[in-house]
């Protein structure tokens, strides 16, 4: 194989077929700028994909000090060279025009450019006033999930330590947080348990609210490639869309919005019923098996096929193949975490795993995935949840631990509490009690729900807001001061994907203008606050990327996710390497629970784990009690109705999710051009028997509404479930006249205009799943198609006759079968 392919039309390329228990053959993906040859490139940096959380491997090309190309890195682990259409167009980003170079402060109601030390300042005496006056709960952090690793761990010190603040979370809460909880939940500390290289041993794939083909392309490559090989996987696939797994699945159900708990119930009723038990796996590694058994008693398919509209006859069909897998592979994402209770759900499908003996070996794992590049970083450096290096912040010792790492004291570091979730975050500020918001790399004025109500909050006089990011996003627009940032290629660091694969981003290039890495601008803080140890030195004592890392490895001494083993020169050059990696494993470990479940004793975990019901903490004495020599807790969880089911006024159910073509509000991709002419403007996906009944046709112009807002959209009839719509939620308004909402002469665009202010008790993620919405039309649309890709789960019915999304001669990329691997060697910068 060595062609080219129109990878916007083919978004996943070319089959490369392998059989189970054989390698993933290698694929290299190239893509060069129009008149870009190979021999032209300067110079190929290393670094991977910052648009999804798969950790796509890959080499920027430079030439003339700018950005030309990328190339799949086929030496790495987690896509031997393949890139997906993100990798392979979102890199053009970077160098759009209309990135931020200068600084900006608002002065008489306008943003106007200043120097960095006039932004410093500013920011500076606000911090200062308000620490003094109202104490350091009056300033809150509300980072993302797209830096890294190192500029995490100084924001978590600088927050937690030098200004002393309980009020530090990521855009991560929106995505990953259950992830996080439910690993909690059941392993008493976050980590992932699986491997990508689970899929090349799997028997049965089972994926769970999980759109991979669209959120992990590379990994479903990889799936797709086995499909095609010998001894193929059977897949079993929940999702309410006719995603791409949809359509191959050996089983798919499609439940009603909600109702994941009551299904997951009724599935391990049916694998327990069945016999289909691992008796020595369950008695040698976990707590809680009666219960559970006890829990689930009556959640029989019947029951659950009322609830969940399924079946019964297909409930059982999927028990059956997850009850007789050899060795079982499941993933979860937002369909499960974006609802009422997400964590009960996905602690459920940990507890599938537990009872059939599925963890720790090839083949058997759970990914409880991630969305974004650096989600895992996020939780691991404390600036989503939990202390940094998953310490527990109710057990004393593990805060005098972080002290004695910070030298400082142990109540210098704020544990009378959780950290502050994001919503409760918000509400803070809407209430009054936190009076300076520093909001980095993330676009809350898109992705956050109910955005009348956020426009009105970060609108407020009282609420200073500092925003750094690479854009003037809807976000950027509302604030009091913005600060350019660099982004990668322009700044080096690690970060970390969903399954614990560690990788080096090398500079390539110098940012535009003014622009600074968001270390600098993290370090320059601390340093204008100067922020001191508990000996009067300065708290923060690295000062560029290598020297924060290995700062960071000190503080992950010694926990699960142990980094002294990597150094920069070990991550050069070769793959990225798996946590944790240390003297006992150089080489990284591919899969956790190897030998039994290692961080759940009380004195070790992260989390003595919460009631599924209120999120109330279990506490120390009762996770003792419970769990003392530190098994897997099986923790069983009663179904709980969707709290705004579709009534007369508003009949329908409404979620929101993403495309293959687009990463979060759309603030990188809407910049380039492959990706946005594939999905230019925002659709609402409506079933064919549903379109029928409202005489609504393929590209009719309708308006959605909730009890929050509206939007206009035209309609995409596909086979999604019945009764429910769809609504992608990219859209925002940077593009629009309205610039940051909607106007006068700009409708409501953005998803989020509908969505519920309402979250998952356990792990405090919003719920985008599940409001309840009316729709009706506005105009016909008289042949016109929906602005939605005809590629994966928004693929149009076939009848409507929608013309093939295509991306058309700027879209080819090569792709060369290779097991080559010379050459290949990106050089640092
Ligand atoms: S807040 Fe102070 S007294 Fe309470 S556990 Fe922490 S260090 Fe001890």
Request: with cysteine; glycine share 10%; proline share 7%.
């Amino acid at each position: 194989m060595d062609d080219s392919v129109d990878r916007v039309a083919q978004p996943w390329g070319g089959r490369t077929p392998y059989g189970r228990h054989e390698p993933w053959p290698a694929r290299v993906d190239t893509y060069l700028a129009e008149g870009v040859e190979p021999g032209m490139v300067h110079r190929w940096v290393q670094t991977a994909s910052v648009l999804h959380s798969d950790g796509d491997a890959m080499d920027v090309a430079v030439r003339d000090g700018r950005l030309v190309g990328v190339r799949g890195r086929v030496t790495d682990r987690v896509n031997r060279g393949r890139l997906g259409p993100k990798d392979l167009f979102g890199w053009q980003a970077n160098a759009a025009a209309d990135r931020l170079t200068r600084p900006l402060i608002r002065q008489d109601g306008r943003l106007v450019e200043c120097s960095w030390s006039t932004a410093m300042d500013k920011v500076v005496a606000m911090s200062r006033e308000l620490m003094g006056s109202r104490g350091p709960g009056a300033i809150g952090f509300y980072t993302t999930g797209q830096l890294f690793l190192e500029e995490y761990y100084t924001l978590a010190v600088l927050a937690r330590a030098g200004v002393g603040t309980n009020h530090l979370d990521g855009n991560t809460r929106l995505c990953t947080s259950t992830a996080a909880e439910a690993l909690k939940e059941s392993f008493g500390c976050d980590g992932q348990p699986g491997t990508y290289d689970d899929i090349d041993h799997a028997d049965v794939i089972a994926l769970f609210g999980h759109n991979m083909a669209e959120t992990q392309p590379v990994q479903w490559m990889r799936v797709l490639d086995r499909l095609a090989g010998s001894d193929p996987p059977r897949l079993v696939c929940v999702d309410p869309r006719p995603t791409p797994a949809a359509r191959q699945a050996t089983v798919h159900l499609a439940p009603r919005g909600g109702t994941n708990v009551a299904l997951l119930n009724a599935l391990l009723h049916e694998v327990i019923r069945a016999g289909h038990i691992d008796d020595g796996y369950v008695a040698a590694h976990t707590v809680g098996f009666e219960e559970l058994a006890a829990r689930v008693a009556h959640c029989t398919p019947q029951w659950a096929a009322e609830i969940c509209d399924i079946p019964s006859a297909r409930i059982r069909e999927a028990a059956e193949v997850l009850g007789t897998a050899d060795r079982l592979l499941s993933t979860v994402l937002q369909g499960v975490y974006q609802s009422h209770q997400a964590t009960a759900a996905a602690v459920q499908i940990n507890n599938l795993h537990l009872i059939r003996g599925m963890l720790g070996r090839p083949g058997a794992g759970v990914l409880q995935m991630n969305g974004q590049p650096s989600a895992q970083n996020t939780r691991e450096c404390g600036a989503n949840g939990d202390l940094p290096a998953f310490r527990n912040w109710e057990n004393d010792s593990h805060v005098a631990d972080l002290a004695k790492v910070w030298n400082v004291e142990p109540e210098d570091i704020p544990h009378y509490a959780p950290p502050t979730p994001a919503m409760q975050m918000f509400r803070y500020a809407e209430q009054g009690s936190i009076g300076m918001l520093w909001i980095s790399g993330t676009n809350p004025a898109v992705s956050l729900p109910e955005l009348s109500r956020i426009r009105s909050i970060l609108s407020q006089d009282r609420l200073f807001v500092v925003v750094q990011d690479l854009f003037l996003t809807e976000t950027a627009r509302l604030a009091d001061v913005v600060l350019p940032a660099a982004t990668w290629a322009e700044k080096t660091g690690t970060f970390t994907n969903a399954d614990r694969t560690v990788h080096l981003s090398d500079k390539a290039v110098e940012p535009p203008g003014e622009a600074r890495p968001d270390l600098e601008i993290f370090l320059d803080y601390a340093a204008r606050m100067d922020f001191r140890d508990k000996d009067g030195g300065p708290l923060i004592t690295w000062q560029d990327p290598e020297t924060a890392f290995e700062a960071w490895k000190r503080c992950s001494a010694g926990r699960p996710c142990d980094y002294t083993g990597l150094t920069y020169a070990k991550l050069r050059g070769g793959t990225g390497i798996q946590w944790p990696c240390n003297e006992q494993t150089p080489e990284g470990t591919e899969r956790l629970y190897a030998d039994g479940i290692s961080w759940a004793h009380p004195d070790d975990c992260e989390s003595y784990g919460k009631d599924l019901v209120t999120g109330a903490s279990v506490g120390v004495v009762e996770y003792r009690s419970l769990n003392p020599d530190g098994k897997a807790v099986l923790k069983a969880a009663e179904y709980l109705p969707p709290h705004e089911p579709p009534d007369e006024d508003y009949p329908f159910q409404l979620t929101t999710g993403r495309t293959i073509y687009h990463f979060h509000t759309r603030t990188k991709t809407g910049r380039v051009p492959q990706l946005n002419s594939a999905a230019p403007d925002v659709w609402v996906e409506i079933s064919n028997a549903d379109a029928a009944a409202q005489e609504l046709v393929e590209g009719d112009l309708v308006e959605v509404t909730t009890p929050r807002g509206a939007l206009r959209a035209r309609t995409r009839v596909t086979d999604i479930r019945p009764g429910l719509l769809f609504v992608p939620f990219h859209f925002g308004y940077w593009d629009t006249p309205g610039g940051h909402g909607p106007d006068d002469s700009t409708p409501g665009r953005a998803a989020n205009e509908l969505t519920v202010t309402d979250w998952d008790p356990v792990s405090k993620q919003p719920l985008f799943k599940t409001a309840a919405a009316a729709l009706r039309l506005l105009e016909r649309g008289d042949g016109k198609p929906a602005p939605a890709p005809t590629t994966a789960a928004s693929a149009p019915m076939a009848a409507a006759g929608v013309p093939a999304t295509t991306g058309g001669a700027s879209a080819h990329a090569t792709q060369t079968a290779s097991d080559d691997q010379s050459g290949q060697e990106g050089e640092g910068a």
